[in-house]
Each structure stands twice: as structure tokens, then as C-alpha cells.
């Protein structure tokens, strides 16, 4: 399997639907050093780079994925015209809390923000930009929230380690998510996805090449 290593891994990163770990490759390619499928995975990165064709090879959240160049974009937008709604400027601030202070209990979350944002909150985990860890143990037990995977292919962020500024998130989620077209989502086999599923990175010229 070795001399077709790097090839395999290609097939298997251009048909999977979210990023790849290596720990998910390391279960399909048995037996296979840790080491190899690192050199293989730089190795095609290296190759779409050099190649500045339609798509890339990345890292992100946790895993590699492929994305478009972000200068087809209005290519893209022209094939693919999605109806979702919106994502308010109240849900982007309400998101650059929680991403900053995660770990956090609504309460803590509107005393920051000093409005109710039950609405908000149930918006942002309808788009799978947030999820509950379970309930703190105190009076009440309030759910806890904190940031989803999604999140971080939204945002092509490695981890939470490569969170931008509470402001760049905001700037960056108006330039993804409040536009007209926010899902610039490329699908082989799937007809655009009504919710924001998007792995896209606008800013940085890049879109999802598969399903979220």
C-alpha cells in the first residue's frame, strides 16, 4: 500500500462529507504509520498548492479537508443559490460570547450582553454553531454551551486555539453568514443543504468541497 499511500488518502478525503482526522484515516489504512500518513497528507498539500488549481487541501477543525479557491467564488454563488436565513447581528454577538467564554450558562451570557437571548441561543444550535455540555450544579442547573465542530469548519479554525478576536468574528460572520448566498457549499452527490451547513471560508478564499 505504501507507494499508493498518498493516493488512497486522496480518495478517501474527496469522498468523505466533514474534514478527515488522522485518527479516522489511521482505522481505514491498517497498519500504517502515524508518521507516513502525515508525510503523504503534507505531501498533496504541497501538490494543490503548486498545482493553484479550482481547490486546496487543508486543515481544519481537527481534520483535512479539500476547499475551492476562493477567487471561483462568484462562479460558485451562480450555481448554488441556497434560500437560508440570515444570522443576525445579535446571534454573531451572542456567538463571539460563548466562543470567548466557553464554558457559560445563559444568564452569564445575557449579563454580558444585557438583553434575554433564549431566541438566540436556539437559533445558533438550530444552525449547529453551538450545542449543550450538560447542566452546571448549581440552583436551577442551567444547560451549558459551548461552540460545535461546525463552528470551527465555519470559521476554518484548526481549534479553539485559532479563535480570531471577538471582532473578527464578527466581521468575518457577516462576510459568511449574513449574506444573501451564505452557503457557498460545493455538494457531489446532494442537493444544496437549506441550513447554513457551510464549511466556507470566504475571507480566506475557500469553500467546502463536500456535505457538512
Do not use: C
Not at 113 to 139: A, F, H, N, T
Amino acid at each position: 500500500m505504501a507507494e499508493d499511500l498518498k493516493y488512497i488518502i486522496e480518495s478517501l478525503l474527496f469522498v468523505a462529507e466533514t474534514p478527515l482526522t488522522l485518527e479516522q484515516l489511521k482505522g481505514v489504512l491498517e497498519g500504517e504509520e502515524t508518521a507516513a500518513i502525515k508525510a503523504a497528507l503534507e505531501s498533496l498539500i504541497a501538490d494543490y498548492d503548486t498545482r493553484n488549481g479550482g481547490f486546496v487541501l487543508r486543515q481544519v477543525a481537527g481534520g483535512y479537508q479539500f476547499r475551492t479557491q476562493g477567487r471561483f467564488n462568484e462562479w460558485i454563488k451562480r450555481l448554488i443559490k441556497p434560500n437560508a436565513p440570515r444570522l443576525s447581528k445579535a446571534a454573531l454577538e451572542t456567538l463571539a460570547i460563548i466562543a470567548y467564554n466557553q464554558p457559560i450558562i445563559r444568564s452569564d451570557i445575557e449579563h454580558i450582553r444585557g438583553v434575554d437571548s433564549g431566541g438566540v441561543i436556539r437559533m445558533l444550535m438550530e444552525r449547529k454553531l453551538i450545542r449543550v455540555l450538560g447542566r452546571k450544579e448549581i440552583p436551577g442547573r442551567p444547560l451549558i454551551y459551548a461552540t460545535t465542530k461546525h463552528f470551527l469548519e465555519v470559521f476554518e479554525l484548526k481549534d479553539l486555539k485559532d479563535l480570531p478576536t471577538p471582532k473578527e468574528i464578527e466581521e468575518l460572520g457577516k462576510s459568511r453568514l449574513e449574506e444573501e448566498e451564505p452557503e457557498d457549499e460545493i455538494q457531489t452527490n446532494a442537493e444544496p443543504a437549506a441550513m447554513p451547513g457551510v464549511s466556507e471560508n470566504e475571507e480566506a478564499g475557500e469553500v467546502s468541497l463536500n456535505n457538512s
